[in-house]
């Protein structure tokens, strides 16, 4: 049951295509794949391409998206057929190449934002079906922005240096006994490349794998510790995790929302339900990596004070008509929620500040959520004593948030 | 159950069995029979020249007028009822009215561009006018004495000099007949100096029962067998061009039980007993839709606008403004942008209509109700004759809103499932349908000679038409559903967009021109939004005319008055000066290192150049944060006050308005369409962010009232703007002024 | 469906619907209580504002089954004409409304502020209002409405 099950609509307004995309999905859903399309369309939500290759306010796969990196702005391309400014005229093995080596057809390396560290471990068959699908959607004409970078990392060889120290070239090998945790894998680290936003980066902004999945932040969000510790998920249900990956929340207790909540739209939402099980699979196989982010179980909430007085008034008009932290019986979608929360439990605070700016629109396989953003709404003073007030009366921490925290968040 | 339906037939026979119905339906009642008014009163005219049309007299004394123009929640019906107890002389508490209603009031054309008053009011008030005439005529031949020696004082036609103090009120002269006797265009009306209750400001009619919590809004009506609607809309929310359109695969497998759907060309609607029930149905139709959009990318909309423009067309062409501009001694050259708004109506529109085989009655808070019976007529394939609409008053619209197309959207809705239907739209729906106030540029080029006279003035603006109602003209083209159903593309006539294009400065050398753009090729469904062309167009003039003084190293309001004659402009002008303690300005522009600074922004305006005159001053602080405006003074001088207490609401609601409008608003979207569905994309000005605002106003009370309505929101943006500039040295030109742009402007200057 | 009972205004209704019908359509179509107001459907605008046991709620948002057995106070529970509130006649006093779509709403959320601080200050009127849009610009009108109201609350005029 969603918040308002017509807010649906809205999004529905906003991204027709969604739409089309889920009516054809339904014919093979028991089935094996009928195409190479077919199985290269699943292949392709599970990878979620989509997400990095379409543009706020763009057309599907047609590139564009910003990614701000320590080195400068990189720029996602345009993987539509178009002859042009797409990938139209690029051979299989051209296409390969890129995916398994992140070399482009002129023989000038990728940058890694586009991850070919996972790609690499694709198969063949699955790159191809990969492949298919994307020749088979609409031709968009259209040029990304050219990447804004510093020198010298606007210099495409240096790449090749990176590629040394952060990079090997390779398909996937099995990594358990059990078929399930190796295909959890293959789905994860070869496909859904899960570790692109829940691994540190070193200082050369390669993964770090003695870190593999601890959390990381990347591109203004917090991507939360997924390994079996107790900071991770290790306390979670293999039904709850399900239920998070499929939907994107699970009632009153996490929530997905910035990237994550673009996951659950683009991708997860699809998938199988034994696919997502063998991701679940893998992941508790993990060695669990420590935590910053205290667990729910770790913290208790404070009683508001004198002081909370004006910072609760907004509380009251803007938040709890729909989050009802109080638990004075009133229903909805959120109910007792906050504590739950990493991004309110995270004394950082980064993803608490920026679902206020930014808001949160994501279609889970059952249903839909919709917080609108604040960003033209509340002042930087304002949010961050919102931040401040939810942080330490829900979330056991005192960190003192200051409007220049939320201004620094806007910029991102 | 009781049908609760009217004929024309059997309204005008008055039946009384009929009333019992009515009572299920209590605004109707109000409406139609007003308060205690027998039916057979209301058999009456509706042509304007006659009296009838106007006015009626209760037996028991009191007035019930009827007014086209309507209460859109500005406070017109107070101010109307005030002009007719004036003019008829009766208390006001006896007047009572009736509006928007085609089977009842007098066809005043749309309630639109602040002529409520102004034009309505003058109607009204000639109409009471030849009533008080006709009376004092007849109370003459009644009691045998000249009309010359008698008066009317509350009701009565008296004779003061009488020792018998003889007197005749107006119920018996009229006995209960209509006066039969035309409107006399020249009938003498009541000296100002006599007025006991115009200039007064009486508190509002309407205003009890909204606080306390009866007052029925469209959206509250109900009749019964009613079904609710819902429409499901394509994709390219809100693009003017529908041509592209098709459904490709409707699936309506999990539409709930109870839930019907209705569907016709790209039209697709569900009814549903409940209206829970069609929320849900709405919801789980799954459409498959073919499309093409062209529209454009959003950081290509003004180039777009441009391209699609017409040759332009000359508004003033006086002097030579190009021989000046070629030999002046300075030139500045400014281009302004303004973007697509929305109607920022709390409540999204809603309609509600009773369509059958042979006539039909729709309720909607339409602003035209004459305009909207031949759009429906239409579409409905029926006589204009046969249908009828009735004005109640929705959410405030501001223009041109979503009111009309979901009238016809229930309408439609009804005809096809035979049952009274009420279409309720959701924030999506308005927030992306609504006609949008145009997107527009402004380009204007101003030489100076060597002492720094403004010697040439060049302005061009590119516009969309502002006018798409719906009207007999359009017919279903210009209704959302008419050109869904029928594929009919969106039609307007030219207009709008060079509304106070021309300045009221006195130039010897001036030329304006306007490249106009045709409905259909602005890509968002363009039409009137509160002060239409004249907002943006004054926010270009305004900002240049400071851009000039600066230019001319003069203070911007001794600049100003240098180049005005008329007594009331400069009257506003000294009066927000005086008011606001304005100082002159350091002609020299600031350096603005960050800190939150102040500063403060004159701006002036004369609403269609020959309306309402406003000055207005702002206050405003900038940081880094953005622009907080602090206060706004404004003096506006609209002739003849009719509610004082009810102008200066309006002009605070048009400073708040125009304030967000300017710092806040700006409609985006997409080539699927408009993308700001909802209020946290396109943010209205919360408490917090408004500003403080100090009014003067300048009575005229021997000249004609002219509309408060809309005049301020011309002069707000351009005062905040030049504030802006005053504060930090930069120049804002294209509008909303986020706190982005700000900081986009202080990195191209530095 | 499913049989409730809710009080309203004090008045115990039962009401036969679906649990999971937002509070407000309950009010406007079953209970005949039209006061509150339909504006947006996601909690933004504050029109549809209603107090469950002295808290201001969304009725748009939260399904009546949330409700079951609380006290709901809508606008015409506030008073009589004949013995307005003091938030009522302050209101008419100020002449704060313009459409007054929101009126409801703000009076409510104004109503639920009174109760917990009779003396609030223009800056906590402000903030309390966070949640309720007007969009006629009726603003500063109602915060003096708001204020003269706590006057008189404060000065015992209250019925």
């Known amino acids: 049951m969603g918040l308002c099950p017509f807010l649906w609509r809205l999004l529905y307004s906003a991204l027709p295509v969604l739409w089309m995309m889920l009516t054809s999905m339904a014919v093979w859903a028991n ?60 051979s299989d093995e051209q296409f390969l190449r890129a995916m398994h080596e992140g070399i482009r057809p002129d023989g000038q390396h990728l940058y890694p934002a586009f991850p070919y560290t996972a790609y690499t471990k694709l198969s063949r068959n699955d790159v191809l079906a990969i492949r298919a699908y994307l020749r088979s959607r609409p031709a968009v004409t259209y040029r990304p922005p050219a990447n804004d970078l510093r020198f010298p990392y606007d210099q495409r060889w240096l790449i090749q240096g990176w590629k040394l120290v952060n990079f090997r070239e390779g398909r996937f090998n099995r990594i358990s006994s059990d078929e399930q945790v190796n295909w959890g894998a293959y789905l994860s680290e070869a496909l859904g490349h899960c570790g692109e936003c829940h691994t540190p980066r070193t200082w050369n902004q390669g993964l770090d794998k003695s870190r593999h999945l601890a959390g990381a932040t990347q591109q203004g969000w917090t991507a939360w510790n997924i390994t079996p510790d107790v900071r991770g998920i290790g306390a979670w249900s293999d039904e709850k995790l399900l239920d998070y990956l499929r939907n994107g929340h699970r009632r009153g207790e996490a929530v997905a929302g910035g990237p994550m909540a673009q996951v659950v739209s683009d991708s997860l939402r699809y998938l199988k339900e034994e696919d997502l099980q063998a991701i679940i699979a893998y992941l508790r196989s993990l060695p669990a990596q420590p935590g910053a982010v205290p667990a729910r179980s770790e913290i208790s909430g404070a009683a508001s004070r004198a002081e909370d007085a004006p910072v609760e008034r907004l509380f009251n008009a803007l938040c709890e008509s729909c989050h009802h932290p109080s638990g004075n019986g009133m229903g909805g979608a959120y109910l007792y929620s906050f504590p739950n929360y990493s991004a309110v439990r995270d004394p950082k605070g980064t993803n608490l500040i920026r679902v206020m700016l930014e808001g949160l629109q994501r279609r889970g396989a059952n249903d839909e959520a919709f917080m609108p953003a604040y960003r033209d709404v509340l002042s930087d003073a304002q949010i961050a004593d919102l931040a401040t007030y939810i942080g330490r009366r829900f979330g056991g921490h005192t960190t003192t948030f200051t409007p220049s925290d939320v201004a620094a968040q806007r910029e991102e | 159950m009781i049908d609760c339906r009217l004929s024309r037939r059997n309204f005008l026979q008055g039946c009384s069995a009929l009333i ?75 007047v009572s009215l009736v509006q928007g209603d085609t089977w009842l009031t007098p066809n005043q054309g749309i309630t639109a561009g602040s002529k409520t008053i102004q034009v309505g009011g003058a109607q009204i008030r000639r109409a009471a006018a030849s009533a008080r005439q006709y009376l004092l005529e007849e109370g003459a031949r009644r009691m045998g004495v000249d009309p010359s020696v008698l008066d009317t004082v509350e009701g009565r036609v008296m004779y003061p000099g009488d020792s018998a103090e003889r ?70 929310t809100g693009a003017s061009r529908l041509d592209g359109l098709s459904i490709a695969h409707i699936d309506a497998s999990r539409l709930p039980a109870g839930a019907r759907l209705i569907y016709e060309g790209n039209f697709i609607g569900v009814v549903a007993e409940d209206e829970w029930v069609a929320m849900q149905a709405a919801d789980a139709l799954r459409v498959t839709w073919g499309y093409t959009s062209t529209l454009p990318n959003p950081g290509d909309l003004y180039d777009r606008l441009k391209y699609m423009a017409e040759k332009p067309e000359v508004q003033v062409d006086h002097g030579d403004a190009a021989g000046q ?125 060597a002492t720094g006279d403004l010697v040439a003035w060049h302005f061009q603006n590119w516009t969309p038409t502002h006018l798409t109602r719906p009207n007999a003209r359009t017919g279903a083209a210009g209704l959302l559903a008419g050109q869904l159903i029928r594929g009919v593309p969106l039609k307007g006539q030219k207009g709008g967009g060079n509304r106070n294009a021309p300045l009221n400065y006195t130039l010897v050398n001036c030329r304006v021109e306007t490249h106009w753009i045709k409905p259909l090729d602005s890509p968002l469904r363009p039409s009137a939004l509160r002060g239409l062309g004249a907002v943006a167009n004054t926010f270009a ?210 | 469906m499913t049989v409730l009972s809710l009080t309203i205004n004090g008045i115990t209704h039962k009401v036969d619907a679906d649990p999971q019908m937002p509070l407000l359509y309950v009010l406007r179509n079953i209970v005949g209580i039209t006061s509150p107001k339909f504006g947006c459907g996601l909690s933004e605008c504050g029109a549809c504002t209603v107090l469950v046991e002295g808290k201001p709620v969304r009725a748009c948002c939260v399904p009546v089954v949330s409700f079951s057995g609380q006290a709901v106070t809508t606008l015409e529970g506030l008073s009589t004409s004949d013995a307005p509130h003091p938030l009522q006649q302050a209101f008419i006093d100020e002449q704060a409304v313009q459409c007054g779509y929101c009126i409801s709403g703000m009076i409510m959320t104004a109503h639920a502020l009174l109760m917990t601080n009779p003396s609030p200050t223009s800056e906590e009127i402000k903030l309390a209002l966070m949640g309720n849009l007007c969009g006629c610009g009726t603003h500063v009108r109602i915060v003096r409405a708001i204020q003269r109201a706590a006057t008189m609350l404060r000065a015992g005029q209250s019925t």
């Open chain 1, 31 to 90: 089935n094996g794949f009928a195409t190479d399309a077919q199985r290269g369309e699943y292949l392709t939500r599970a990878g979620n391409c989509q997400s990095c290759h379409t543009r706020k306010d763009g057309l599907p796969f047609a590139g564009g998206v910003p990614f701000k990196t320590p080195f400068g702005t990189l720029y996602s391309s345009n993987i539509t057929p178009d002859n042009l400014t797409g990938i139209g005229a690029w």
């Open chain 2, 20 to 94: 019992v119905g009515f009572s299920l339906t209590r605004s109707l009642a109000a409406q139609v029979l007003a308060p205690d008014l027998p039916v057979e009163a209301v058999q009456k005219t509706l042509d304007i020249h006659a009296l009838d049309a106007w006015l009626a007299i209760r037996d028991d004394g009191r007035i019930v007028l009827y007014s086209g123009k309507v209460e859109l929640g500005t406070g017109v019906k107070t101010a109307l009822c005030q002009i007719t107890a004036e003019e008829l002389c009766v208390s006001f508490e006896t």
């Open chain 2, 167 to 236: 007197y005749v009120t107006y119920a018996e002269l009229v006995a209960g007949r209509s006066f039969e006797r035309p409107v006399n265009p020249q009938v003498d009306e009541r000296a100002p100096e006599a007025f006991r209750v115009v200039g007064k400001s009486l508190p509002r009619l309407d205003i009890p029962a909204k606080v306390f919590g009866h007052f029925q809004y469209m959206h509250d009506i109900r009749v019964p067998g009613m079904m609710h609607g819902r429409v499901i809309r394509p994709p390219i």
């Open chain 2, 325 to 449: 501009l070629a030999q002046a001694a300075r030139i500045v050259e400014a281009e302004y942008r303004w973007p697509y708004q929305n109607h920022d109506s709390i409540g999204p529109s809603c309609a509600l209509a009773d369509v059958r085989q042979d006539e039909a009655t729709i309720w909607s808070g339409t602003q035209g109700v004459y305009a909207l019976r031949s759009a429906l007529a239409d579409l409905l394939e029926m006589q204009e004759s046969a249908v009828h609409v009735i004005y109640t008053q929705a959410s405030g619209c501001y223009g041109h809103n979503g009111a009309d197309d979901a009238a016809a959207d229930a309408a439609w809705l009804s005809k096809r499932c035979g049952r009274p239907v009420r279409v309720q739209w959701s924030r999506a729906d308005e927030h992306g349908w609504n006609p949008k106030g145009p997107a527009m540029i402004m380009r204007v080029k101003g030489g100076l000679n």
């Open chain 2, 541 to 750: 003039n305004e900002s240049f005319m400071d851009e000039m003084a600066f230019a001319a190293h003069v203070d911007p309001l001794e600049f100003r008055l240098r180049y005005l004659q008329d007594a009331r402009a400069r009257a506003v002008l000294t009066a927000v000066a005086e008011q606001a303690r304005w100082v002159p300005q350091p002609v020299q522009a600031k350096a603005w290192c960050g800190e939150s600074t102040q500063g403060r922004g004159l701006a002036f305006v004369q609403y269609e150049n020959e309306n309402a005159y406003v000055a207005v001053i702002a206050d405003v602080e900038v940081s880094e944060a953005g622009i907080r405006v602090q206060r706004v003074t404004v003096a506006h001088d609209c002739g003849l006050i009719v509610n004082p207490d009810g102008v200066k609401n309006q002009i605070e609601g048009n400073v708040i308005q125009a304030t967000a409008r300017v710092l806040k608003q700006e409609v985006t979207f997409t080539p699927t369409g408009v993308t700001s569905l909802e209020w946290n994309t396109c943010p209205i000005l919360s408490f917090h962010e408004t500003p403080e605002i100090d009014i003067v106003l300048l009575d005229q009370p021997n000249l004609p009232s002219v509309g408060a309505g809309e005049a301020t929101s011309a002069a707000v943006p351009a005062a905040i703007a030049n504030a802006v500039y005053n504060a930090t040295g930069l120049r804002l030109r294209q509008v909303p002024l986020t706190r982005q742009r700000l900081a986009e402007a202080r990195e191209r200057l530095a």
